[in-house]
């Protein structure tokens, strides 16, 4: 497992990038994941699923809105990748434990955020009510374990190769 134990000397605008950059690589990832997993579950089409996060805010009324209420669940998506980034990376900043096990940290954080999206956010937007199967609940919290932790602990321990390297 790799760690490591310097101190963040992150500045203010490589953070910015590496939120931007992973932020980008999680939406990315985890876009594609839900595009295939509910096509061959629920044979839902790329815009269906796309519709479906911007029924968090519209409703059943993003059903009917075509490409456009599709749009707007990309930018959704996009702004949660990025805040999910966001609040990893920055924490890893300000907590040593992050840095030091960033895998683990990675995976588990992975793991809580669909914990919390599937938990808090879902029930209290205003998307329709998905049947929850076992299917569902597995496949979420391996993806995000995949798509979401992993593309941090990557980040994070190329960060730290570089801080060694040039520290």
């Keep these: 497992m790799a760690t490591y134990t310097s101190t963040s ?23 594609l994941d839900y595009m295939i997993f509910f096509n061959l579950t629920l044979h839902f089409s790329p815009e269906a699923v796309l519709q479906y996060i911007a029924s ?3 409703g059943r009324a993003s ?30 900043t300000i907590i040593p434990l992050v840095r030091r096990f960033a895998f683990v940290s990675a995976l588990v954080y992975g793991v809580a955020v669909n914990m919390f999206m599937s938990s808090l956010v879902l029930p209290l937007s ?18 995000d374990a995949i798509f979401v932790g992993l593309p941090l602990a990557i980040v994070l321990w190329r960060e730290s190769r570089a801080q060694q390297t040039n520290g």
């Design 9 to 31: 000397t992150r500045s203010p605008i490589a953070l910015m990038r590496a939120i931007l950059v992973t932020g980008l690589i999680i939406g990315v990832l985890g876009g």
């Design 56 to 58: 968090g805010l519209l």
């Design 63 to 92: 059903f009917t809105g075509g490409w456009n209420t599709a749009l707007l669940g990309l930018l959704i998506h996009f702004v949660i990748s990025f805040v999910v980034a966001g609040v990893f990376l920055y924490a890893a």
């Design 126 to 143: 205003a998307a329709p009510k998905m049947h929850v199967t076992a299917l569902l609940v597995v496949h979420g919290l391996i993806a």
